[in-house]
T-cell receptor, first 113, second 112 residues
C-alpha cells in the first residue's frame, strides 16, 4: 500500500459542484501539502500545513479550502468547481526533522466540465 | 515572487551519453535544492538534494550548486532509456519552514 494515499484518483464533475480530495499518510510526517500540476505550468502550491492546528495559503489558494482533520489526514475542497480547476492534484508530506524531502501521493486527476 | 527557471526541453541524448539539466532561482536566501524525477502520469520522486556549494555525487547522478550564480544543475552519466522522464528542480527558500517552489521541469529523452 502507498504511504501517501489520495482519493479519488480520478473525478469528473460539473461546474458549480463541491468537490473534496482526500489525502492520508502512514509516514508519520507532520507536514502536509497540496499542489496542482498543469501542463506547461509545473507544480504550484495551493495550501500547506505544518501540524494539525496550522494552515497556510500557498501561491494559488483562491477557490480552494483545506482541512487538517488529524496529523495523518489533509483534505482539499473546491467549494464551487470551475473548468480552470481541471488539473492533476498532488498531496505531499514532509518530516520537519529531516532534509526537507517531500513524498508525493499518486495524484488525483480532476476534470471540471 | 520567488521563481525557479528550467529549460523545458525536450532534451534528447543518446544512450550512454551525459545529460545535463540546469536550473536557476531568483531568491538569494534559498538554502536547499532538490531534483525530482517524474515519469509520465506518475508522481514526482526525489533523486537528490544539495545544500552546499560544489558537487554531490550519488551513483550516476551528480548535483552541482553555485549559490553566487544562483544556479543548480543535475548531471546524469551513462544515460539509459529508463532515465527518460521530466526532471523537476525545487528550491526551499523558507528555511526550516520547508516550502518548495518547483520549476516547470525539463523533459529528457534518452534514445537507444
Amino acid at each position: 500500500d502507498a504511504d501517501v494515499t489520495q482519493t479519488p484518483r480520478n473525478r469528473i464533475t460539473k461546474t458549480g459542484k463541491r468537490i473534496m480530495l482526500e489525502c492520508s499518510q502512514t509516514k508519520g510526517h507532520d507536514r502536509m501539502y497540496w499542489y496542482r500540476q498543469d501542463p506547461g505550468l509545473g507544480l504550484r502550491l495551493i495550501y500547506y500545513s505544518f501540524d494539525v492546528k496550522d494552515i497556510n495559503k500557498g501561491e494559488i489558494s483562491d477557490g480552494y479550502s483545506v482541512s487538517r482533520q488529524a496529523q495523518a489526514k489533509f483534505s482539499l475542497s473546491l467549494e464551487s468547481a470551475i473548468p480552470n480547476q481541471t488539473a492533476l492534484y498532488f498531496c505531499a508530506t514532509g518530516d520537519s526533522k529531516n532534509t526537507g524531502e517531500l513524498f508525493f501521493g499518486e495524484g488525483s486527476r480532476l476534470t471540471v466540465l | 515572487q520567488k521563481e525557479v527557471e528550467q529549460n523545458s526541453g525536450p532534451l534528447s541524448v543518446p544512450e550512454g551519453a551525459i545529460a545535463s539539466l540546469n536550473c536557476t532561482y531568483s531568491d538569494q536566501g534559498s538554502q536547499s535544492f532538490f531534483w525530482y524525477r517524474q515519469y509520465s502520469g506518475k508522481s514526482p520522486e526525489l533523486i537528490m538534494f544539495i545544500y552546499s556549494n560544489g558537487d554531490k555525487e550519488d551513483g550516476r547522478f551528480t548535483a552541482q550548486l553555485n549559490k553566487a550564480s544562483q544556479y543548480v544543475s543535475l548531471l546524469i552519466r551513462d544515460s539509459q532509456p529508463s532515465d527518460s522522464a521530466t526532471y523537476l528542480c525545487a528550491v526551499n527558500s523558507g528555511g526550516s519552514n520547508y516550502k518548495l517552489t518547483f520549476g516547470k521541469g525539463t523533459l529528457l529523452t534518452v534514445n537507444p
